[in-house]
């Protein structure tokens, strides 16, 4: 029997802020614990909140940037429950009145994993979403072999909550909502979106049914996946065991299970028959906002999307789809291929060399592309030196090897070196006579219909200027002369 997985992705974003939500204390990774607290954000009685406005300006932003519905009045609510990592024993967060609700994140090719780019289910899919509210994070919890410790430094850091619509159908569009909507968070300057250090975490809600079936299965909850490619992993896996529960007579039931990265299996962590009764209800402390004037600020400020940055790269540049597609994927590479590409004449040969000698360097190096030895217009540079022939293709390859190493121009390093390429035709032309005449062997087998003594000849024109000639002058000079 085949069977249809249906999965809902709940994503809890770490914003970008300087400070957290409610109070003053600073938004940093890998503080000492315990050290950027307050008595706001460790609930202490009397302390108030105050709203964070960067905050509600990057939530709205992620909205807009998402095409979602931007509420004219949101307000916040507590969301009560104990919790060790809950100081106030209660979470302020928005219940039914969130900033910002429907919209979607379009999916495309290359942010599905490698493996799986050319057998995609449906291309230029969009997964559509609920809701997008904010709230504050909770503090950290680390479990130790006989105690736990709790750091506040986290809690009441400002966290956008994504919430999609049940339309993600496999584990490898599940990863493609995740870098696709990472991609969006970037370019926006909302949040770095680092799961490694917590700023983006989710958890996936996943059923199976029969093909056939229209009502869904039972919902599972997995949670504790701290990477995307762990997130397919883990609903691979999942999908995999519960198919094996229902075709062994088993029936499944609700429940939340975790994620052992290592073991590669989920693993039992409560069952939930019900839903959990918050008891929301408005947070006296603060009041409403009305987002008209927030909206009116943030719409100027949108930023050119992944989407419409390929189509403009393949428009503009003439570059090609896949090629377009890798340099927007990081914005830091698109950025770099702009400013390289501003001036060129070809800015198709600028794609070729940052996609594949420079990369393949900075892979090598360990490096990122902030951390290139070569600027932008210092490889534009050296393409135009090659685009021109002022050096051939084998010698641009020889001075990027030393431009990367020693961040020299690639104009010193071919002034040091002497290696300029022989352009001039006149010269080049004095050779070829001299080559013909030396060697009437080659030519008479190149007139007899031998190609490969051409090769020679042109070897020989190249031999003559010291390895200076212009190849494919020589060569274009050499079958004019010989026809």
């Known amino acids: 029997m085949n069977y249809i997985a249906t999965i809902g992705l709940e994503v809890h974003v770490q914003l ?19 050290s ?61 009145m969130p900033l910002c609700t429907n919209g979607s994140v379009p999916l495309h090719d290359l942010a599905y994993p490698k493996d799986a780019q050319k057998n995609i289910a449906t291309p230029d899919k969009e997964v559509h979403l609920v809701r997008i509210h904010l709230e504050e994070d909770v503090a950290k919890s680390f479990h130790f072999e006989n105690s736990t410790g709790i750091d506040f430094n986290r809690a009441g850091t400002p966290l956008m909550e994504i919430v999609t619509q049940p339309q993600i159908n496999s584990p ?12 969006i968070l970037i370019y926006g300057e909302v949040s770095d979106a680092d799961m490694e250090k917590g700023q983006l975490r989710c958890d996936c809600n996943v059923s199976v049914r029969p093909e056939g079936q229209r009502e869904l299965g039972a919902k599972i ?38 994620w052992d990265d290592v073991a590669g299996e989920t693993f039992l962590m409560r069952t939930k028959e019900f839903a959990h009764d918050y008891r929301y209800f408005p947070d006296p402390d603060l009041v409403p906002v009305e987002t008209d004037v927030l909206v009116a600020d943030v719409r100027e400020h949108v930023p050119e999307l992944p989407k419409a940055k390929r189509a403009r790269f393949v428009e ?39 996609l594949n000698d420079l990369q393949n360097a900075l892979s090598a190096a360990g490096k990122a592309i902030h951390d290139c030895p ?19 293709g084998k010698q641009g390859k020889e001075v990027f090897a030393e431009m990367f190493a020693s961040g020299k121009t690639a104009a010193t390093i071919v002034k040091e070196k002497g290696i300029e390429q022989l352009s001039d035709a006149g010269a080049i032309e004095a050779l070829c006579d001299d080559v ?48």
């Open 16 to 34: 970008k802020t300087h400070s957290k939500m409610f109070c003053e204390c600073p938004v940093t990774f890998g503080a000492e614990p315990n």
């Open 36 to 96: 950027h607290t307050c008595p706001i954000c460790l609930g202490l009685p009397g302390a108030l909140p105050v709203m964070n406005r960067e905050a509600l300006r990057m939530t709205v932003l992620t909205g807009l940037m998402l095409g979602c519905d931007i509420a004219p009045v949101s307000k916040f609510d507590r969301k009560n429950y104990f919790y060790p990592d809950m100081p106030k024993n209660y979470q302020i967060s928005q219940y039914d």
């Open 172 to 183: 490898e569009e599940a990863f493609a909502f995740l870098t696709a909507l990472k991609q």
């Open 221 to 258: 909850e997995i949670k504790n996946m701290n990477s995307i490619s762990g997130v397919r992993r883990a609903l691979a896996y999942e999908i995999r065991r519960q198919i094996s529960v229902l075709e062994s007579g088993e029936q499944l039931e609700q429940e939340t299970r975790g």
């Open 316 to 354: 503009q540049y003439q570059v090609s789809p896949y090629d377009a597609g890798v340099l927007a994927n990081d914005l830091e590479l698109a950025r770099y291929f702009e400013a390289a590409a501003k001036g060129a004449k070809k800015p198709k040969n600028i794609a070729n060399w940052i």
């Open 374 to 392: 070569i600027p932008p217009e210092a490889l534009d540079e050296l393409v135009n030196l090659i685009d021109t022939g002022k050096i051939s």
């Open 436 to 483: 013909i005449a030396a060697n009437p062997k080659p030519v008479a087998d190149y007139k007899a219909g031998n190609m490969a003594s051409l090769n020679f000849l042109k070897g020989q024109v190249i031999k003559r200027s010291k390895g200076k000639a212009n190849p494919r002058l020589a060569g274009e000079i050499l079958e004019r002369k010989l026809k």
